[in-house]
């Protein structure tokens, strides 16, 4: 049944497009379909926990990396197409790199030679096509003319179909304006048996410290994903929500809580001015997304007019891919005493007298102590590494690493040059990647509360990540 649409709203949403492409700054996710069970058996700690990896070009190991470690990945989506937006219609662009790349896919959706019935699994290749350039009046003549929604939709499968791929990933800046354009290229997939994942921004929390007006962005964004959530439900068979960039490049808010409320440094935040490194995500926070979202799209929750049939219910129960990062977080930082806003410098500590008992490649050669009653805060945005080049600086610098008690994640700091001023690197560990997905299986385990199709992972992304990660899925 076609989805009537509903112009009012459409209209009332058009006005924060531009705020909420703003604020996608790193917009990564996916979402998938129903066919495709699960090997019952997998070398994977949570086997039914179906799992996403984006590979990227400009990664390009990601592609080795997930043959390496094929059990534990369901779907794969190279990062390689772009959708352009003219007054004749739409264009997509990109493709395989390479014939090598090529080749890659291809192996990837047979069973491989493996006698191992695990190892052998074929794996989906779900390519991500992303709407790029697109300004308010290109989603303005989309969303209000039908004949376009079907040439969007011709774009794309005219791709799918001559590479006979599995799926598609979408990816907008303003996805939550788009359900009766997707609905149409889900019913155009889902008639030759393929799956459609829709990439969904997640839901942000406020602090205490923000000022009112950045609060009232976060929460008005937080609404238009959270009220678009029940129609695209109907056309999507996976979300793939951006749960990776809990913090991102700016840092975050320091808290309040943490601060004299009549010092200096209270001030300085009161005016936006203060902001601290955080880690890349938190299991806490993606479970918060994840009911969120599950209650958003639970039918009983949902006496919207667009479920009109048990049919409908049914196509709703659609399943969850939390992203989790496989890149680790970078931030220049300056060391600030709460009460006065002073800087203050950490003092190295000197590690000669424990040389006796901390020996060997494992033994931190740097340590720094804060001064008291110190918080760290950026110096300027942070940057996102890749696992690999955290290796190296470790190996260079052997900082002490610490865990964020909060998150789970762990961190730690170091100076590149004495007197260059210090960094604060958060990231991705077995062990965090281990909370994030305990922290999915709980809700999908609790089933009797929430009726829904499932949950897993979708990794950003691959190219970012190292063997050791990978195996600890
Ligand atoms: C809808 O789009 C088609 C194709 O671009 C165009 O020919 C037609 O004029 C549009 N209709 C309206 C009402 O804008
Ligand atoms: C929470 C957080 O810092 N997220 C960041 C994780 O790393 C990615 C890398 O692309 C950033 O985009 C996010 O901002």
């Known amino acids: 049944m076609a989805i009537i649409p509903r112009w009012d709203i459409c209209d009332f949403l058009f006005f924060p497009v531009l705020a909420i492409i703003l604020l996608t700054t790193a917009v990564r996710g996916e979402h998938d379909g129903t066919q495709k069970p699960i090997s019952p058996e997998t070398t994977r700690q949570y086997p039914k926990l179906p799992v996403l990896g984006y590979v990227t070009p400009w990664n390009s190991a990601g592609k080795e990396l997930v043959e390496n470690h094929r059990p534990k990945f369901d779907m794969v989506c190279p990062v390689w197409y772009t959708v352009h937006a003219s007054e004749q219609g739409y264009e997509v662009r990109g493709g395989p790199p390479s014939d090598d790349d090529e080749a890659w896919y291809k192996r990837l959706q047979q069973p491989s030679a493996s006698e191992d019935v695990i190892e052998s699994n074929s794996l989906q290749i779900v390519p991500r096509f992303i709407l790029d350039g697109w300004g308010e009046q290109d989603f303005r003549s989309l969303v209000f003319n039908e004949t376009r929604w079907q040439m969007l ?45 829709i990439v969904t921004q997640p839901i942000r929390k406020s602090l205490d410290g923000l000022a009112k007006n950045q609060a009232a962005m976060i929460e008005a964004s937080n609404n238009l994903i959270i009220q678009a959530l029940p129609q695209l439900a109907l056309a999507a068979d996976y979300f793939s929500i951006m749960t990776y960039d809990m913090t991102g490049p700016g840092g975050r808010e320091l808290n309040r809580r943490d601060i004299p409320p009549d010092g200096k440094l209270a001030q300085a935040v009161a005016q936006g001015n203060m902001r601290e490194p955080g880690p890349n995500t938190s299991a806490d926070w993606v479970r918060e997304n994840l009911i969120t979202f599950v209650e958003a799209t639970d039918p009983a929750n949902a006496n919207q007019p667009q479920f009109q049939s048990n049919l409908e219910l049914q196509q709703a129960s659609r399943k969850f891919l939390m992203g989790a990062p496989l890149y680790g977080y970078k931030y220049p930082i300056l060391f600030a005493n709460k009460a006065t806003g002073k800087i203050v410098k950490p003092t190295p500590v000197d590690l000669s007298p424990h040389a006796a008992i901390m ?31 955290i290796a190296d600086v470790m190996d260079k610098h052997r900082p002490e690493v610490f865990k964020s008690e909060l998150e789970g994640e762990q961190y730690f700091d170091y100076e590149a040059k004495t007197g260059e001023g210090y960094w604060r690197v958060f990231l991705p560990t077995a062990e965090s990647l281990g909370h994030t997905l305990k922290a999915i299986k709980g809700v999908v385990d609790d089933e009797l509360e929430y009726s829904f199709g499932g949950a897993g992972v979708a990794l950003w992304e691959v190219g970012q990540s190292t063997d050791e990660l990978l195996a600890s899925l």
């Open 359 to 389: 020996t060997g490649a494992a033994a931190p050669r740097s340590r720094y102590k804060l001064p008291e009653g110190s918080v760290p805060v950026l110096r300027a945005g942070g940057e996102p590494v890749t696992a690999r080049e």
């Open 153 to 197: 939709s011709d774009a794309v499968m005219d791709v799918v179909e001559e590479k006979a791929f599995d799926g598609v990933v979408f990816e907008s800046g303003a996805t939550h304006l788009l359900a009766t354009v997707l609905n149409k290229l889900s019913g155009a997939l889902h008639q030759d048996e393929k799956i459609l994942i």
